[in-house]
């Protein structure tokens, strides 16, 4: 018996299957239906491919090659996330230019990729550093700039003192940078923002266009967060102003008994001579500016506010003054700045007024108790009180009827507001595509409104990336591009004066933003994409990477498809029909894979060692695909011999190289004298490897391979020690290799050829299953409870009691009866009856 030498068999395949351009998608091909299969490309920084690539592209890569069988045309791409900081940051650890080290780290990781097996169409492989493909990232930024969706604005912006760059808010978990876990601090800077926030509503609304999982676009949903009330304005006494509020709460107005601004707001600079104690505020002020948004919002932290003295506001419904405090629990960049505080029915104010002494009324009652100690904050029971007309209606109803009044009296308006910042795209960093805009001060009087700064659109793209020997960021958050003199001084193209250009370059989730549609056509230069390419293969039909994208990449890519969209370029407004995300992969004992720790597992060592297609199965093996497992050195090894076990089984049942095959094709009838449960288990095997592979369910598909494989084994030696002739049939051997062709794609090819098969079994169709042979096998038991039917459950024929009495333990319908109590005793009568005595 031959031994199995994966390495030169992988190899062989991988050069087979590149000389004869096998991954090769003819995007023109008519007579298919296409099947656009993405996986999130990858950064390349110095960890290379890692265990979580490894996971993530395999399980695309299965899910492809099976869509391929299945009869698609599927365009399977790949190519570099190369700009932004995990590129730079290496570049500065290793002192090594960021283009020089992305170069080199794209062109191992290429080999990776190529060693796992992954059938990517290298010939439509992109760049998003390479100027040929950020021209058109800049375009994309020209695009939004036209639309009136880009713009400049000096705002509080996310600020990390070691990255030394502005982040987004994405960017900052729980208060950190999301990259070096510093504390983000806020700082005033002008930057780009592009203004996501105008289509809050239609990603809202959208989700019903995809198909994702509930708990990413639950999760989008509240980062959107949409929530419907109504602003209320508030006059100052003796003056004209308004104090604008927005409230979600507007039933308690009448227990609204203070006012609360943000640092920022600029009603204190605007009463700065009426503030009788404008140096302690502005104390204050100075002290919150040093806190993280986090910090300030935190629930569990003590509040704190200073009383603007010498002004006061008037409650619009019942004309009381109450005192205006400020306060840094309320956010500028939330509502209006300013909230009426009600501090019997919101915790913070509740807080807030106890610890000030401020007037707290309860406005609305559960009859049940006072307000002391607590909050009282439910809105679905208690009835208003204590607010004139509103009395006796329950809250909800109460909240209609008073925003009418607001509205008939001009004193306010039903509002909507999200929690949704525009998105802020510029970065003071080196490696990343410029802004392709100059600041001319001569046209500055053109272009009044957009900042004054008379901002140019350079229409000469791409607008190079200076090439600096210093690259490093500046602790002043001036971006390094500014060193450049050469790249800062131009002549303004409009006006031939004198002018600067941008030095920020752009988030990098501006080049993913729309990567999908670069891939069609990487080498076009005079347009982002082919219009007719992108109309047919988009959008994209099956989309795969971690959850982790889920506000930024998932988000934005939504959005910029939006905008291409209404701007007519493009005919589909959602770009990932379809979502699937990875989980991740732990070390041995479960913790955390870190570099750091030392127990991150390299996929080249076990490829090494056990070869692509051991790896590929283990990793899909090891645990459900979304949820993510412990990696096991025992483990491989079993995936290893299960792999081993199909290779003899070739030469164990003699199957000979038949020369003229190629004309068959393999049929998924069996024969008749089959082993009667050979034959269902084959059919099975069929049935559930498909299903478990469009469901993404790739441990439990090679689990029942598994089962198959024993199956076959057991009947072969029983035929033998029966000495029988030989019952079993090519064609279940042959299906078998059909259907473990995605996950271990060299060593079926490898068998496919011993099998005398000329073409690249990738050309074959996938196996087809008959229900009546598995339905034929399937019985049906009643389930009773003390006597009762309660379920009637559908299990195979040759289920055995254990499993039949746990099947009927986990109905639903079952369970309902138990109430949680321990079965005193469970009767079982084989293919008939399971009954429960509780
Ligand atoms: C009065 C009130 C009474 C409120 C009550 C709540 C309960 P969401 O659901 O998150 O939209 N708020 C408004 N703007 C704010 C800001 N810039 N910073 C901090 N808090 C702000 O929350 C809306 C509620 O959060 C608003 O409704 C307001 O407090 C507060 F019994 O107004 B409410
Ligand atoms: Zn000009």
Request: glycine share 6%; with cysteine.
């Amino acid at each position: 018996m031959e031994k199995y030498n994966h390495q030169t068999i992988e190899k062989k395949w991988q050069k087979y299957w590149e000389e004869n351009k096998i991954n090769f998608c003819d995007l023109n091909n008519e007579t298919k239906t296409k099947f656009y299969n993405l996986v999130m490309f990858y950064y390349p920084s110095g960890d290379k491919i890692h265990i979580g690539h490894g996971y993530n592209f395999t399980g695309s890569d299965v899910f492809g090659r099976y869509k391929r069988m299945k009869g698609f045309n599927v365009f399977q791409p790949m190519g570099a996330d190369a700009f932004g900081l995990p590129a730079e940051n290496y570049a500065i650890k290793t002192g090594v230019h960021p283009a020089e080290s992305t170069k080199k780290n794209i062109e191992y990781s290429k080999i990776q990729l190529k060693e796992l097996g992954l059938m990517y169409d290298w010939s439509k492989e992109i760049n998003t550093s390479s100027p040929e493909y950020y021209k058109w990232t800049q375009w994309i930024f020209s695009v939004l700039y036209k639309a009136g969706l880009a713009y400049q604005a000096e705002a509080p912006v996310n600020w990390c003192p070691s990255c030394k760059t502005v982040l987004a808010n994405e960017q900052v978990v729980a208060g950190k940078c999301e990259r070096c876990d510093s504390e983000v601090v806020q700082k005033n800077l002008k930057q780009w923002f592009f203004k996501i926030t105008d289509y809050a509503d239609r990603l809202l609304k959208d989700y019903d266009k995809i198909n994702w999982p509930k708990k990413t676009i639950l999760m989008q949903k509240n980062w959107i967060g949409k929530s419907t009330g109504a602003e209320v304005n508030f006059k100052i006494k003796n003056s004209d102003e308004v104090l604008k509020v927005f409230t979600t709460r507007p039933d308690t107005l009448f227990g609204a008994t203070f006012m609360v601004v943000a640092p920022e707001h600029e009603l204190i600079s605007n009463f700065k001579f009426q503030i009788s104690n404008f140096q302690e505020v502005e104390k204050y002020i100075k002290k919150s500016q040093s806190k993280s948004e986090l910090e300030r919002t935190d629930l569990n932290k003590d509040k704190s506010g200073v009383e603007l003295k010498g002004i006061k506001a008037i409650n619009p419904v019942n004309k009381k003054e109450i005192p205006i405090f400020v306060a840094d629990y309320v956010l500028m960049n939330y509502g209006t700045g300013a909230i009426m505080a009600v501090p019997a029915h919101d915790e913070r104010d509740f807080e807030f007024a106890k610890k000030y002494g401020l007037e707290i009324k309860t406005v609305i009652s559960d009859q049940k108790s006072e307000i002391k100690d607590k909050a009282f904050i439910e809105i679905d029971s208690g009835e208003m009180v204590n607010s004139e007309f509103l009395n006796g209606l329950k809250p909800k109803d109460a909240i209609v009827k008073i925003t009418s009044w607001l509205e008939a009296k001009k004193l306010g308006k039903k509002t909507v507001n999200y929690k949704l910042r525009d998105w802020l795209i510029s970065r003071q960093r080196y490696w990343g595509a410029p802004i392709p805009i100059i600041y001319c001060e001569k046209c500055a009087h053109l272009r009044q409104g957009y900042g004054g700064q008379g901002e140019v659109l350079d229409e000469n793209l791409p607008v190079k990336l200076p090439e600096l020997k210093d690259f490093k960021p500046t602790s002043e958050g001036e971006s390094p591009l500014a060193r450049s003199k050469e790249f800062v001084n131009v002549k303004c193209p409009k006006c031939g004066a004198d002018a600067k250009r941008s030095t920020e370059t752009m988030d990098t989730f501006v080049c993913s933003s729309w990567y999908f549609l670069r891939f069609l056509n990487p080498d076009l230069d005079d347009k982002a994409f082919d219009k007719n390419l992108a109309d047919k293969w988009l959008p994209v039909d099956q989309y795969c990477g971690g959850a982790e994208h889920t506000v930024m990449h998932l988000l934005y890519s939504r959005f910029i498809t939006k905008v291409l969209f209404d701007q007519k370029l493009i005919n589909f407004d959602e770009p990932f029909t379809k979502l699937n995300h990875q989980g991740m992969i732990l070390a041995e004992d479960g913790s955390k894979m870190s570099k750091s720790k030392g127990n991150s597992v390299t996929p080249d060592n076990y490829i090494k060692k056990y070869g692509a297609d051991v790896f590929r199965t283990f990793v899909l093996f090891l645990a459900p695909f979304e949820d993510g497992g412990s990696w096991s050195d025992k483990g491989i090894i079993g995936v290893k011999r299960f792999l081993d076990r199909v290779w003899k089984l070739q030469a164990r049942l003699g199957f000979k190289t038949q020369p003229n095959s190629d004309k068959k094709n393999v049929s998924f009838k069996t024969q008749h004298n089959e082993d009667k449960n050979l034959e269902k288990v084959f059919h099975q095997t069929i049935k559930k490897v498909t299903e478990d592979i469009e469901n993404f369910h790739f441990n439990t598909a090679i689990s029942q391979m598994m089962i198959l494989v024993n199956e076959i084994e057991s009947s072969f030696a029983k035929a033998t020690a029966d000495k029988k002739q030989k019952n079993i049939s090519e064609d279940i051997y042959k299906n078998l290799i059909l259907l473990l062709s995605p996950f271990a794609p060299h060593l079926t090819e490898e068998i496919w050829q011993k099998l005398g098969r000329k073409q690249s079994l990738i050309y074959e169709k996938w196996p087809e299953f008959d229900e009546n042979l598995i339905q034929e096998n399937e019985i049906e038991l009643v389930a009773q409870v003390n006597g009762k039917v309660r379920d009637k459950i559908i299990v195979l024929a040759n289920i055995s009691e254990d499993e039949a009495k746990n099947k009927a333990l986990d109905s639903e319908k079952v369970q309902k009866w138990l109430e949680n109590k321990e079965p005193k005793k469970i009767i079982y009568i084989k293919s008939k009856l399971i009954s429960i005595v509780v």
